[in-house]
């Protein structure tokens, strides 16, 4: 793929580019069309596999690079369950730092620690009342990040959104707004589809 022989293009990329570049990066390594059984028990004809490119070196960059983008400057901390949300946490938070902006990183866990604090929130300690984002690489049905959402909630956090690497346009959205949580997606599944198509015809 033309991306591979050119590292530096999740630097280098302005925002508009490096969001067709992301996409084309999807295509190649995250998505997949056959039968598929979803962590929410549904079947599904696709997978996508964010792990793929946000575990991907330039991958990690360019959705760091774009997701930051849409953070209003009143966020000064990112969130996100464990283990989807890591690298993108990370790579957010990261990529900011470089920016100039200070964006801490926290991971939420799906059950509290065994041992030691027994806390279901891992990074530093933030006063009550901070602004989180919480982040997802791929949202379905929605119930993973809400999850976080109310974790951060109930550590006193304010958290009012929520931004995703991919919406699959399957009930994640409508259960945010129930939620009062604006939500963004960096792409939507007709996105993927139709470039992988194209990329598959070429």
Known sequence: MMLISD????????????H??????????????????????????????????????QGAVAVGRLLAARLPQEITAVAG????????????????A???????????????????????IEGPELPAGTAIAVLEDVVTTGGSALKAVTR?????????RVLALVDRQQGGAELYAQEGLIFDALYRIPDLQQRYRALAAD
Do not use: M
Not at 36 to 45: E, I
Not at 81 to 96: E, H, M, Q
Not at 152 to 160: C, H, I, P
């Open 98 to 120: 470089y920016a100039g902006r200070d964006l801490t990183p926290l991971i939420v866990r799906k059950e509290a620690k065994g041992h030691g604090t027994q806390a279901y």
């Open 152 to 160: 951060l909630r109930d550590a006193g956090y304010v958290v009012d």
């Open 81 to 96: 369950l464990t283990l989807g949300a890591d690298p993108i946490v990370t790579a957010v938070s990261v990529v900011a």
């Open 7 to 18: 590292p530096s293009w999740a630097v280098q990329a302005d925002l508009p580019r490096l």
């Open 20 to 57: 067709d570049l992301l996409l084309d990066l999807l295509c190649d390594r995250a998505y997949r069309e056959g039968d598929f059984l979803l962590s929410s028990g549904q079947r599904s004809t696709y997978y996508i596999n964010g792990k793929q490119v946000t575990l991907h070196p």
